[in-house]
């Protein structure tokens, strides 16, 4: 009951107040969902550019899904360098992209019509897939209800208080999944992300500009003058 009330109202706000600001994402065509999860491996401790640029690099040498899996370590870990981390990387694609393998090319079909607590879980089982990138899969990959939870969702959430103090993000894939109306997941995390990278910065954020400073608990924290 609890969550229900609080989604009503501040949630609510800061959602329609975010939507006001940046407008109302639209949802672009589903994209095939082993992609995102390659593209979501990808993306871990890096920046959209440089995940970009592994994900071309690996498509444009390889060409199927299959012959990633299939190729030699060495071979998509020197594809996928401009990501970073890719030692690491590239097993846990090929790895991944092995699980995913039915009989026929690797597909997450299995797992599309399974109770969501369940796909999550069979997703969170994959090698180096947790919470945000089995919840990025689920809601961009194969529409289903999850709130991907990034480090500028979590910083945003977090100065605004919308979750506890301190509260890891991992936990607070399950606190604004909660506490958000589910229709609200896919326009709100972009939002909230599109917010995080030119207003709610984690280095000199600017709180001056921001027009939800006055719900802010950062910001008022930060306007305090010191004690002398």
Not at 11 to 30: A, I, K, N
Not at 82 to 106: E, M, T, V
Not at 126 to 138: C, E, S, Y
């Amino acid at each position: 009951m609890m969550n229900q009330q609080v989604a009503s109202s501040r949630y609510d706000v800061v959602y329609q107040e975010l939507s006001g600001l940046y407008g109302e994402p639209s949802r672009h065509p589903q994209q095939p969902p082993v992609e995102v999860l390659v593209s979501a491996i990808l993306s871990q401790n890096t920046n959209d550019a440089n995940r970009d640029a592994a994900f071309d690099r690996l498509r444009s040498r390889f060409g199927t899904w299959e012959a990633v899996r299939d190729a030699p370590t060495a071979e998509v870990v020197e594809a996928i360098r401009p990501a970073g981390l890719a030692n690491q990387k590239g097993p846990r694609i090929q790895n991944a992209l092995r699980a995913l393998d039915h009989g026929g090319s690797p597909s997450l079909d299995l797992i599309a019509s399974m109770p969501l607590e369940q796909a999550r879980e069979w997703l969170m089982a994959l090698p180096g897939v947790g919470p945000k990138t089995a919840a990025i899969v689920l809601l961009f990959g194969l529409g289903r209800p999850a709130f991907p939870v990034d480090t500028h969702v979590h910083r945003v959430t977090r100065r605004l208080g919308l979750i506890p103090k301190g509260t890891s993000a991992e936990k607070a894939h399950v606190v604004l999944e909660q506490a958000v109306r589910p229709e609200h997941y896919y326009a709100f995390h972009l939002n909230l992300i599109r917010h995080g990278r030119r207003v709610c910065r984690a280095r000199r954020p600017l709180c001056h500009e921001c027009q939800l400073r006055s719900r802010c608990d950062f910001c008022r924290q930060a306007a305090r003058p010191e004690a002398g």
